[in-house]
């Protein structure tokens, strides 16, 4: 089988994290998540810590604007005035993710993966949901200090600016079924049920 591609998007407390590590661990393949931004920083000679501030991160501008589609693919040279801005940052990204698809095979976590590749063939791209509660849930036990009004405070603000995010780089609405090709209940089939239904749907998409 040629290398394949597999992208997962995720709702707050939803255990994507998670089930993205245990996949990546049963099928042998490497997964990327922060690891982008290391990669990044290397090839651009921008600091980590920049495209860590921008990563999944608008401004309430942004946030608040129709979708500009700022993605073109093109990445600015460092001479450039706009070097280290948002877009530019985000075509960074952009650009070692496509680079990873080329050679190798892996999952991605995240940022846009799933649009980015969306013409490529054997790319599996996956969105892991869960109702609410579950998610409270799972955030509770990992910040056993917080209120239910915090927990649901967490859960709001990050889906809100995933979503925001999302639909800033690509036009696109994060949750549309359109833009995926599993939508995985992970409150019902839980992180290692999620896992196995990957793997058993992996050839049906793969060419």
């Known amino acids: 089988m040629e290398h394949y591609i597999i992208t997962i998007a995720r709702e707050t407390g939803s255990g994507g994290h998670n089930i993205t590590r245990k996949l990546s661990e049963a099928l042998g393949?490497?997964?990327?998540?922060?690891d982008l931004l290391r990669i990044a920083s290397d090839?651009?000679?921008?600091?980590?810590?920049?495209?860590?501030?921008?990563?999944?991160?608008i401004g309430?501008?942004?946030?608040?604007?129709?979708a500009e589609k700022v993605y073109t693919g093109e990445v600015l040279p460092p001479d450039s005035d706009d070097y280290v801005s948002t877009k530019n940052l985000f075509s960074f990204q952009a650009k070692i993710i496509k680079d990873l698809a080329?050679?190798?095979?892996?999952?991605i976590l995240g940022r846009c993966?799933?649009?980015?590749?969306?013409?490529?063939?054997?790319v599996l791209k996956v969105f892991i949901h869960a109702p609410l509660d579950t998610r409270m849930e799972r955030i509770s036990a990992i910040n056993?200090?917080?209120?239910?009004?915090?927990?649901?405070?967490?859960?709001r603000t990050e889906d809100k600016r995933r979503a925001a995010y999302y639909y800033y780089y690509t036009g696109e609405?994060?949750?549309?079924?359109?833009?995926?090709?599993?939508?995985?209940?992970?409150?019902?089939l839980g992180e290692d049920g999620c896992v196995?239904?990957?793997?058993?749907?992996?050839?049906?998409?793969l060419q």
């Open 60 to 66: 309430m501008r942004e946030m608040l604007s129709s």
């Open 29 to 34: 393949i490497p997964y990327y998540d922060r």
């Open 144 to 155: 056993m200090t917080w209120s239910s009004k915090d927990v649901m405070k967490k859960i």
């Open 196 to 205: 196995e239904f990957i793997q058993r749907a992996l050839p049906l998409f």
């Open 173 to 188: 609405e994060w949750r549309d079924a359109g833009e995926y090709d599993l939508s995985l209940d992970s409150g019902k």
């Open 43 to 57: 090839v651009s000679g921008i600091h980590e810590r920049l495209f860590g501030l921008a990563d999944e991160r």
């Open 102 to 107: 080329d050679k190798e095979s892996c999952i």
């Open 113 to 122: 993966a799933n649009r980015l590749l969306m013409d490529r063939p054997n």
